[in-house]
């Protein structure tokens, strides 16, 4: 298997599930249809959706059952990333290399892009789910993204501007802000394949270190002025955010990606050579940083 293979195909099928439940027409409301789309077309890497549609043909599933879970998690990403971006959450400019959603159609109509971008997934799995499974996958991906997952880590990060917070604060944060999607999709994925109960357990310890190996090379990342991450440099740093990196040192950051790499691909036995394209993806996400 060539991983870069696969990684187009699984990046295919992702795209053509987002497109495929994206909606354009003239209406009145033309404007926010404009606005969804502008985030949730402009490209983005699509790594949600790629690893659940991974982990369903791990478990033994078919991509086809999975793809309106799949966009339905892009888009609830897309959400968050538009309200992260407002001027009351983080205040960015930038988001992929343009514009950020609020900069180009105002920030009324970027909250309301966002809250669209967050009730069409429930909208399309609810339509798609035939199997408990599916129903199940629904629930946990909605739990990811509320109050206990993303929602909650972001109500700490942003309580915890411009303080000294603990390390048990920091990984807490980001275990819910931004680990809680990753572990969703490889639930998700094993879920909706009808996969065993070891196998759900080795795609959640996937997933959760999956997770922190992304947010941690996030960070180094975010410090480094060379890499091309399609945001404002320094963005944290300058917002007084408390990050692995400010809590850690790059050195160690980068000693805890191998040690999360090496984990997370452990942790992917059950599923033996089926799982090839996972192990290789976390090594391509530590990979980012060279
Ligand atoms: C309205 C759903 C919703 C949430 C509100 C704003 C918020 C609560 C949460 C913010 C969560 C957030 C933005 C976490 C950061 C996660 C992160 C590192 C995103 C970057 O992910 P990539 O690199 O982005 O996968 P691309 O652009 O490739 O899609």
Redesign the pocket.
């Not at 490209?43 to 949600?48: F, T, V």
């Not at 609830?76 to 992260?84: A, C, K």
């Given at each position: 298997m060539v991983v870069e293979n696969e990684l187009k195909r699984y990046t295919e099928l992702a795209e053509s599930a987002v497109a495929k439940y994206s909606v354009s027409y003239e209406c009145r409301q033309k404007k926010l249809f404009d606005a969804v789309n502008y985030s949730l077309l402009a490209?983005?890497?699509?790594?949600?959706p790629v690893i659940l549609l991974a982990m369903c043909e791990a478990a033994g599933g078919n991509c086809a059952d999975a793809e309106a879970f799949a966009a339905g998690l892009?888009m609830?990403?897309?959400?968050?990333?538009?309200?992260?971006d407002l001027p009351a959450?983080?205040d960015d400019d930038l988001?992929?290399g343009r514009p950020t959603n609020h900069k180009v159609y105002g920030e009324a109509t970027a909250i309301l892009a966002?809250?669209v971008?967050?009730v069409r997934p429930f909208e399309i799995m609810a339509d798609n789910a035939a199997t408990p499974g599916q129903v199940k996958a629904m629930s946990v991906i909605a739990r990811a993204?509320g109050q206990e997952g993303?929602?909650g880590?972001?109500q700490v990060?942003i309580e915890c501007e411009g303080r000294h917070a603990s390390e048990e604060t920091i990984i807490y944060l980001n275990t819910l802000?931004?680990g809680a999607?990753f572990r969703a999709a490889c639930n998700a994925g094993v879920l909706i394949a009808g996969g065993s109960e070891a196998m759900l357990r080795a795609a959640d310890e996937y997933g959760r270190m999956l997770g922190l190996a992304?947010?941690l090379v996030?960070d180094l990342l975010d410090n480094n002025a060379e890499a091309d991450?399609?945001k404002t440099k320094g963005s944290d740093i300058a917002a007084g955010k408390s990050t692995y990196l400010s809590a850690y040192g790059e050195e160690r950051c980068r000693g805890m990606v191998d040690e999360c790499t090496q984990r997370a691909a452990a942790a992917l036995s059950p599923f033996g050579e089926r799982a090839e394209f996972l192990k290789e993806l976390v090594i391509m996400l530590k990979d980012r940083l060279r």
């Open positions: 490209g983005g890497k699509r790594l949600r892009e609830i990403h897309n959400s968050s990333l538009i309200h992260d959450m983080d988001r992929r966002g809250d971008l967050l993204a993303m929602m880590g972001q990060d802000k931004t999607l992304f947010q996030d991450t399609g």
